[in-house]
C-alpha cells in the first residue's frame, strides 16, 4: 500500500490508530464536499471575512490541512479522482463531460464490498445513471420531483433574481453574478436545503451495519446561488480588489478583463455569499450526525473538490493550476484516532484520502 500521506508527520497522525480502529468497531464515514470551495474561503482557514461557524467548529474539533491539493482544477476530473484514489490520467477522465468508466472501483464500491451501507446525496458527476456502488443516489432530479409535489412558493416580482446561467456566453458580469443577485427561492426549497434533510433522514436511521454517506452540495459554484432570505448579507465594498501583475497580462483570458472593479467586488460578494449559505447547510448535516449518537464512531471529511480563483493573476473560475484553483480545504475529524484543533503544512494530495479510509474501516 503506498502510504497514507506523502509526509511521515500526516502519516503518524492518520495512521497511529488506524488498524486498531480496523480491529476494533468499524467507524461510519460521512464525506462533506461543496463545489468550487476554496481553501481560503473560510474563518478557520484564516478568512476574516467568511462568517462560516459550522466549518470553524468542525476544524477546531478535527485537523486541519492546510496544503491540500486536488489533483485537477476541473469537477468532473477532480472528482473522479479522489472517490477512486486514482490519478485522472490513469481513470481516463480529465474533461468535464467523460463519464466514469464502468471499469474504475470507487470508495462506495470497496466500502460496499467490506459490508458497509453507502449512500451519494448531491452531486457526484460521474455523468451517467450509473451508481458506481452507492446503495441509495439523490440528486438535482429527485429534488424537482420534490418540488412539483410540494408547489413552489412564488417569490415577490419586485425582488430580482438571478437569470438563467449561461457560463461564458453572457458576459462575465453575468454570469459570475456581480450584481450578487439571489437564486430565485426561499431557503425551505433550495436543492441544498432539501440535501440536508435527506442526509438528516439517512443519518436518523438505525442500521446494524456502518454507513459510507457523502453529502456533496453544489455550492458555492458560480453563479453563486442562496436564497432570497441571503441577499444583502454582503455588500461588494467589503472586498478588496486583486491586482494582477504586469507578468499576469498575457495568460488573463479575454473573458474577465472587461470587468470593473466595482463588478469584481460584487462577484466576490456573491461567492461569500453562497459560502456561507453551503455552510449552514454543512451545519445542520453535522447537527443530524451529532442527534444520531454515531459522531463518536464517524469520520468526518470536508473538502472542496478543488479551489477558485476570485481575481487572482486576473483569473476568476478555475481551469488552471495557479495554487488558488488547485489548493482545498481538507478538514478530518475521527474522536480519539486524529488530533483535534491542530493543522498541519504537510503536503497532501487527495488521491490520499480513499487509502486513508479503507485502512480505517479495514477494507
Known amino acids: 500500500m503506498r502510504s497514507v500521506w506523502c509526509a511521515l508527520a500526516v502519516m503518524v497522525v492518520w495512521g497511529a490508530g488506524a488498524l486498531a480502529a480496523a ?159 439571489p437564486f430565485g427561492c426561499i431557503d425551505a426549497e433550495m436543492p441544498a436545503t432539501w440535501f440536508a434533510q435527506e442526509a438528516e433522514h439517512y443519518l436518523a436511521e438505525r442500521r446494524e451495519r456502518p454507513f459510507f454517506l457523502m453529502v456533496s452540495f453544489y455550492e458555492p459554484h458560480s453563479p453563486f446561488r442562496f436564497p432570497v432570505e441571503y441577499a444583502g448579507r454582503h455588500k461588494p465594498e467589503e472586498f478588496p480588489v486583486i491586482r494582477p501583475g504586469p507578468e499576469d497580462d498575457w495568460q488573463i483570458p479575454e473573458i474577465f478583463r472587461d470587468l470593473s472593479d466595482r463588478e469584481k467586488q460584487g462577484i466576490a460578494a456573491a461567492y461569500y455569499t453562497s459560502v456561507e449559505y453551503v455552510d449552514a447547510k454543512i451545519g445542520h448535516v453535522l447537527e443530524a450526525l451529532e442527534k444520531s449518537g454515531q459522531a463518536e464512531n464517524t469520520i468526518v471529511i470536508f473538502t472542496g473538490d ?19 484553483a488547485i489548493r482545498a480545504p481538507l478538514i478530518v475529524r475521527y474522536p480519539g484516532h486524529i488530533a483535534h484543533g491542530r493543522s498541519t503544512n504537510a503536503l497532501t494530495e487527495f488521491i490520499d484520502i480513499v487509502p486513508t479510509i479503507t485502512e480505517f474501516c479495514g477494507a
Not at 306 to 324: A, V
Request: a positive charge; aromatic letters at 10%.
Open 23 to 181: 480491529e476494533a468497531k468499524r467507524p461510519n464515514v460521512l464525506w462533506i464536499c461543496a463545489d468550487d470551495f476554496a481553501a481560503y474561503a473560510y474563518g478557520a482557514g484564516g478568512n476574516t471575512i467568511a462568517r462560516t461557524p459550522h466549518l470553524d467548529r468542525l476544524a477546531a474539533s478535527g485537523m486541519r490541512f492546510d496544503r491540500a491539493f486536488c489533483n485537477a482544477p476541473v469537477c468532473t476530473a477532480s472528482r473522479q479522482s479522489f472517490i477512486t484514489g486514482r490519478y485522472p490520467r490513469s481513470v481516463g477522465v480529465t474533461l468535464l463531460q467523460t463519464a466514469l468508466p464502468d471499469s474504475e472501483i470507487t470508495l462506495a464500491e470497496m466500502l460496499h464490498d467490506a459490508g458497509y451501507d453507502t449512500a451519494a446525496i448531491g452531486k457526484m458527476h460521474f455523468n451517467s445513471a450509473r451508481n458506481h456502488g452507492f446503495d441509495l443516489r439523490r440528486d438535482m432530479g429527485h429534488h424537482l420531483k420534490w418540488m412539483r409535489l410540494r408547489g413552489e412558493t412564488r417569490i415577490d416580482p419586485r425582488i430580482a433574481v438571478l437569470p438563467v446561467w449561461r457560463p461564458f456566453q453572457d458576459p462575465a458580469r453575468i454570469w459570475l453574478n456581480s450584481s450578487c443577485l
Open 306 to 324: 478543488h479551489g477558485y480563483m476570485l481575481g487572482q493573476h486576473g483569473r476568476f473560475e478555475k481551469h488552471c493550476c495557479f495554487e488558488p
